[in-house]
């Protein structure tokens, strides 16, 4: 069974940037594609960014450009950099695999974008 624990949310200004991560403490690397699902106050969950064991990538259309997924197998971490943040990133930021497994929901991180 993987636990997953995400971290280093916090408060940003606008522009800013943050940098999460996502403990497993199991193995990762039995998990083909993991992502960064994200679920804003009153909206549905979505899936923001996933990457394959083998280093295949895709972003959300919102996010290209601006957000950085990687994985470190050996660590069983999964990472999101967080570059030019807008307030409508806002949200609480969670890893899963992709697709995702019910069991594998982890608290979240607060990603809080203002001025």
């Known amino acids: 069974q993987v636990q997953l624990v995400e971290s280093g949310g916090g408060l940003v200004q606008p522009g800013g940037s943050l940098r999460l991560s996502c403990v497993a403490s199991g193995s990762i690397f039995s998990i083909n594609v993991m992502g960064w699902y994200r679920q804003a106050p009153g909206k549905e969950r979505e899936l923001v960014a996933r990457?394959?064991?083998?280093?295949?990538?895709n972003y959300a259309d919102s996010v290209a450009g601006r957000f950085t997924i990687y994985r470190d197998n050996a660590k069983n971490t999964v990472y999101l950099q967080m570059n030019s943040l807008k307030p409508e990133d806002t949200a609480v930021y969670y890893c899963?695999?992709?697709?995702?497994?019910?069991?594998?929901w982890g608290q979240g991180t607060q990603v809080t974008v203002s001025s």
């Open positions: 990457v394959s064991r083998l280093g295949r990538i």
């Open positions: 899963n695999s992709e697709p995702p497994i019910n069991d594998y």
